[in-house]
């Protein structure tokens, strides 16, 4: 008996040990105390301005596999195949030369842009002279797109069975988008418009008081021979097709830009946390048709204005804490537990500015309730405000720091930086907006 105790013991102990080393506090410091938030403070530079005259290309790729790959987005599909191609899945890139300055709009009919991907594009760019700095990555964030990209547990379980061979396909095809883009550069000029579509988005989360982030948001790019193409961004999210679906498809932002024919298009997800699509139809494919065809009777009712011919294209490092996996309201996995289980990347801001209106590429699923804040925020500068969702980097949602205790799914299983990181955002933003317009915060 006193054997059986003592090994009884010994196990309470041993998972007592093990619970300690892999569970910790959730800290709840404010932000503007931290390390991370000190670090970023002292790295604010000055941002390199390129003028002089306008060019514009634009260009695609295929990036449907030639056989059936693991679809991206849902948990419950568990790495499933797709099926059939119910419409096929592309790269597209807009290159805009401004002086001596170029940036390269590339947006792909994926979940997100996977940083193993990102990785691969930027050593096979190398030798060309294109940076990830020079390139605004974006996905239309289709949760019906090819996955097994990432090798983590947790990519695995949103994007299926790691395969390399996918990384190279994807990093083959974006590269040939984006010199086929920079080849087609013409003269040209860039518009700005935007137009609110109150139709289209709902605010997903179910809580009282939320905000809706209601703007289509686009750039307008057009040569001097009338050619044109646009970037358009808008907050609801690619999901109207849902989990049980096994075909592949561009969701919603497939119908808006095949609709603009015979103008290029390429869709940016906004910033879409906590943004849902509206679903109207009989079947999740009538939900698809009707929403981009939605979108696109309010884009087209935009009106634009012509921007100056001055660029800022760069990329900085944002500094973070410790990424922690929550388990309840205090409680989280340890941060070695977490990078064993969801990866270790840097995360970075893509800064581009065009004129008076600035873009900002997030690594993350980025708040549309934040956006409304930084929107108003930037108009009183002068500012046109553009945020872009998934750079190629990811670090969780980015959500409204009111919502940290809701209990939600995007404040619990993918917030992954802890307490107060959307006032962490909102000053980065804020302070990014304040540097272009010449005004530094303090």
């Given at each position: 008996?006193r054997?059986i105790?003592?090994f009884v013991l010994?196990?309470?102990a041993?998972?007592i040990?093990?619970v ?14 931290t390390?991370?938030y000190?670090?970023?403070?002292e ?9 002089g ?9 295929n990036?449907t596999?030639?056989?059936p790959?693991?679809?991206a ?11 059939t ?5 592309y790269v597209?890139s807009v290159?805009?030369e401004i002086?001596g ?5 590339v ?6 842009i996977?940083p193993k ?7 096979k760019?190398k030798k060309q ?6 390139i ?9 797109s ?6 983590t547990?947790t990519?695995?379980?949103f ?7 996918i990384?190279?396909?994807l ?8 010199l086929?883009?920079?080849q087609?550069?013409?003269a040209?000029?860039v518009?700005?418009s935007e137009v609110?579509?109150d ?9 009282p008081g939320?905000q809706?982030?209601?703007e289509i948001r686009a750039?307008s790019?057009m040569?001097?021979s009338?050619?044109?193409a ?6 609801a999210?690619?999901?109207t097709l849902?989990?049980d ?7 919603y932002?497939g119908?808006?830009v095949d609709?603009?024919?015979p103008?290029?298009?390429l869709y940016?997800?906004?910033a879409v946390?906590g943004?849902?699509?509206v679903?109207r139809g009989?079947?999740?494919f ?7 065809l939605?979108v696109?009777?309010h884009?087209?009712q935009r009106?634009?204005?012509?921007l100056?011919?001055t660029l ?10 410790e990424?922690?996996?929550r388990l309840?309201?205090n409680l ?7 990078k064993?289980f969801?990866?270790?990347?840097a995360?970075y801001?893509?800064v581009t500015?065009?004129?008076n209106?600035?873009l900002?590429g997030m690594p993350?699923?980025f708040?549309?309730e934040?956006?409304v804040?930084?929107d108003e925020?930037a108009r009183?500068?002068g500012?046109?405000?553009i945020?872009?969702s998934?750079?190629?980097?990811y670090v969780?949602?980015?959500?409204a ?6 209990g939600?799914?995007e404040t619990?299983?993918m917030?992954w930086?802890g307490y107060?990181?959307?006032g962490?955002?909102?000053?980065i933003s804020k302070?990014?907006?304040d ?5 530094q915060?303090?």
């Open positions: 008996m054997k105790i003592k010994v196990v309470i041993v998972l040990l093990l300690l080393a892999m569970v910790q506090w959730i800290d709840r410091t404010p932000y503007t105390e390390a991370h000190k670090a970023w403070k790295q604010v530079a000055d941002l390199p301005v390129q003028t005259a306008c060019r514009v290309g634009w260009a695609l790729e990036i596999p030639a056989q790959a693991p679809l987005g849902y948990g419950k599909r568990r790495g499933r195949h797709y099926e191609v119910h419409d096929s899945v597209r290159a805009l002086g300055g170029q940036v390269f709009f947006s792909a009919d994926l979940l997100f996977p991907v990102a990785e691969a594009v930027e050593k760019l002279g294109i940076g990830l700095k020079d605004h990555f974006s996905a239309t964030h289709s949760h019906s090819i996955g097994g990209w990432e090798s547990l990519g695995e379980l994007g299926g069975k790691y395969d390399p061979a990384v190279e396909f990093a083959e095809q974006f590269c040939k988008a984006i086929a883009s920079e087609d550069l013409a040209g000029k518009s700005y609110i579509d139709e289209d988005v709902r605010y997903r989360i179910n809580l939320g809706r982030d209601k750039l790019f040569k001097n009338g050619e044109k646009y970037l358009i961004t808008y907050s999210h690619s999901t849902g989990d679906n096994l075909q592949l498809s561009r969701d932002s119908i808006l609709s603009l024919r103008a290029f298009a940016m997800a906004g946390a943004m849902g699509p679903e009989n079947t999740e009538d939900e698809a048709r009707n929403q981009g939605s696109l009777h884009f087209l009106r634009e204005t012509v100056g011919d800022v294209s760069t990329r900085i490092r944002i500094p973070l804490p990424p922690t996996a309840t309201r989280a996995l340890r941060p070695w537990v977490f064993r969801f990866g270790d990347y995360a801001l893509k500015q065009v004129g209106t600035l900002l993350a699923d708040s549309g934040i956006m804040e930084l925020y009183k500068k500012l046109n405000l945020i872009t998934f750079n190629g980097g969780g949602y980015i959500t720091d009111k919502l940290y205790d809701s939600h799914y619990v299983t917030s930086y107060q990181n959307g962490y955002f909102t000053e302070d990014i907006i540097q272009v317009t010449g005004k915060t303090k």
